[in-house]
């Protein structure tokens, strides 16, 4: 069993200057995004992309984590919650259960751009300190997908920030998000149990395996012995030594998404069907072979995610 997180959420029941802040908006109650386009600094900590903010005062940084339904999912290990009510449990993808508590006393969350939420009710909270423990001690919680639905998200770590654009008609026929952008390709994906996780048809040599997009996690890769020993002869796989954690770590050559984009990927993570549980029984999948596309790959490339039309969009860097 790997000992790094798969921090994915499969609920049961930075620093920034002054010229980068957006000027300050304040809603009331449920917090969405407002507006057209949206920019949010991030900082990336262990692979994992933050944005810093505050909860009722109390400063910290939330993962911002595609595969997390929830709009806002708080960590009530370092922010006390003392009405919270105990709704059911939740599980990571590696495997890490937690009892998952519904809260109606959040004054005021505060994001790093201006962004203000205020008197929200029905907020999720948990303990995760194995945030805290693994990651960075000021996790405050989660930003997921139920916060930005409804837009266009791009995904740009080198320049360390999301841009969010409103999916309206207009945008769909002008495509203004890839104005100045040089894209290498557009790969088209199935939604299947849950709408937060974009699903693509990906082969390795002559091994098809089914893959997923996740903000929340490095890559990794689980595929059967047979076809594993196969690619190993192939080159297709290298295994690549071990990470700190003692987890067996892949390079990965002639990747094909979505039969036409080529890339290869260094560092991913080798799993085992026993890793993968989770996943599979959140996401319905029955295929032998699983892929999962994170930190590894987006770090290489911009990304634009287009939910309502089902297509990810792979730019340059």
Not at 9 to 24: D, I, P
Not at 62 to 70: A, C, L, P
Not at 87 to 101: A, E
Request: hydrophobic fraction near 35%; charge should be positive.
């Amino acid at each position: 069993m790997r000992n790094t997180i798969l921090l994915s959420l499969f609920c049961v029941t930075g620093l920034c200057t002054k010229a980068q802040k957006q000027f300050e908006q304040i809603f009331e109650n449920t917090p969405v995004l407002h507006g057209d386009s949206i920019v949010f600094p991030i900082t990336l900590i262990n692979a994992f992309p933050f944005i810093s903010g505050e909860v009722n005062g109390v400063k910290g940084k939330f993962m911002f984590d595609t595969g997390n339904r929830s709009a806002i999912d708080l960590n009530d290990n370092l922010v006390r919650l003392p009405e919270k009510k105990t709704s059911g449990k939740g599980i990571v993808g590696s495997g890490q259960s937690f009892v998952v508590n519904i809260n109606d006393t959040i004054a005021e969350i505060k994001f790093n751009n201006g962004y203000t939420y205020r008197n929200l009710l029905k907020i999720k909270s948990a303990n995760y300190d194995f945030l805290q423990n693994r990651i960075t001690p000021d996790c405050i919680g989660y930003i997921g997908y139920d916060f930005f639905k409804g837009y266009l998200v791009k995904l740009d770590y080198l320049r360390r920030k999301i841009i969010f654009y409103k999916n309206t008609e207009q945008r769909k026929s002008s495509k203004d998000f890839l104005k100045g952008e040089k894209v290498l390709s557009i790969i088209d994906f199935e939604i299947r149990k849950l709408p937060n996780h974009p699903l693509v048809n990906v082969r390795i040599g002559n091994v098809e395996i089914l893959g997923a997009f996740d903000t929340g996690q490095y890559g990794s890769l689980q595929v059967q012995d047979d076809a594993k020993k196969r690619l190993i002869s192939q080159s297709l796989i290298i295994p690549a030594g071990k990470d700190g954690y003692e987890n067996d770590l892949l390079t990965i050559n002639n990747i094909i998404i979505g039969g036409k984009f080529k890339t290869q990927l260094k560092g991913v993570m080798s799993d085992t069907f026993e890793d993968t549980e989770p996943e599979r029984r959140a996401l319905r999948i029955a295929e032998p072979h699983l892929m999962n596309f994170g930190y590894r790959f987006l770090d290489q490339y911009k990304t634009v995610w287009d939910y309502e039309g089902q297509k990810i969009y792979i730019l340059e860097k």
